[in-house]
């Protein structure tokens, strides 16, 4: 078994159950919201019949067909039950903008677990270059504004950037795109956001993690830029750092915050070189 195989393989298993157990509690909360929508449905259909009932009585009535309820009897009862209608519709259909906020949730988690995958299958160790080329070949909002800028580029302008006591490994944003050929690429980082990476050899915990963050929010306001898309690569991830990004009341971060393990050295290929010596 070849190195990029076994790494296809451990994606499998290692991709993120945290995610996998955060999919599993959206399926199963839009689930119970579309059942008691799907429940309620029927009551909703019957009310209406009630009120074209009542409509066709109080039209025969006007014609002179039958005479069984005064019209004062009749308006009032198509008015009453005209506003229990409003107000039951409007307790049912709050369900259905939880499923939106469910779903919106869905494709946040789909979108960063296809960029980590992407990411985690295009870099061999955690180099700056490697990262970066891995960037312009995961994200297709800026693919190919970004191949083209790095195909005409020493990309050493995003590496390194100092900010506020804090450096990023790789900063994309309108302050470090340089001016050959970039409207494209800026323009594009501008509907996007700004692109920040901190990487490093250890594990990624919880001080880590908030450190970053922190970092990000005073980037943000400082710089006045929106963030696209943040990510801290290193060896191992702790869960007290996903249960820390979960628990942020910073939707922004919450949503755009990726954290990834890419391992120095393989351990499939470490157990086949113990076997081989």
Do not use: C
């Not at 190195?3 to 296809?8: I, L, P, Y």
């Not at 690429?185 to 915990?205: E, P």
């Not at 690569?233 to 949503?255: A, C, L, P, V």
Request: proline letters at 1%; charged letters at 25%.
């Amino acid at each position: 078994m070849n190195k990029n195989e076994s790494t296809r393989d451990k994606i499998d298993d290692n991709i993120d159950n945290h995610s996998a157990l955060l999919l599993t509690q959206y399926s199963s909360k839009a689930s119970q919201l579309i059942k008691s929508f799907s429940k309620n449905i029927h009551f909703l259909i019957l009310i209406l019949f009630v009120i074209t009932g009542m409509t066709i009585l109080d039209l025969s009535m006007d014609l002179g067909f039958i005479n069984v309820l005064s019209d004062e009897t009749i308006d009032s009862i198509i008015i009453g039950t005209s506003i229990f209608l409003i107000v039951f519709t409007i307790l049912i259909v709050r369900p259905v903008y939880r499923s939106q906020n469910l779903l919106e949730k869905w494709s946040n988690l789909f979108d960063k677990n296809a960029i980590r995958t992407g990411i985690i299958l295009s870099i061999n160790n955690k180099n700056k270059e490697e990262i970066l080329s891995a960037l312009s070949e995961t994200i297709e909002q800026i693919a190919l504004p970004l191949q083209n800028y790095l195909s005409k580029s020493d990309k050493k302008e995003f590496f390194d950037i100092s900010f506020n006591g804090t450096t990023f490994d790789i900063l994309i944003d309108n302050s470090t795109i340089k001016s050959l050929d970039a409207n494209s690429l800026k323009n594009t980082i501008q509907d996007y956001g700004s692109i920040i990476v901190k990487i490093t050899d250890g594990i990624i915990d919880k001080d880590l993690t908030n450190s970053f963050i922190q970092s990000l929010q005073k980037y943000r306001k400082q710089e006045g830029n929106k963030i696209g898309l943040a990510m801290i690569i290193g060896e191992s991830i702790t869960q007290e750092s996903y249960d820390f990004i979960s628990k942020t009341k910073d939707k922004i971060i919450h949503e755009n915050l990726i954290l990834i393990e890419k391992p120095l050295t393989d351990p499939d290929l470490m157990n086949l070189n113990n076997v081989v010596h």
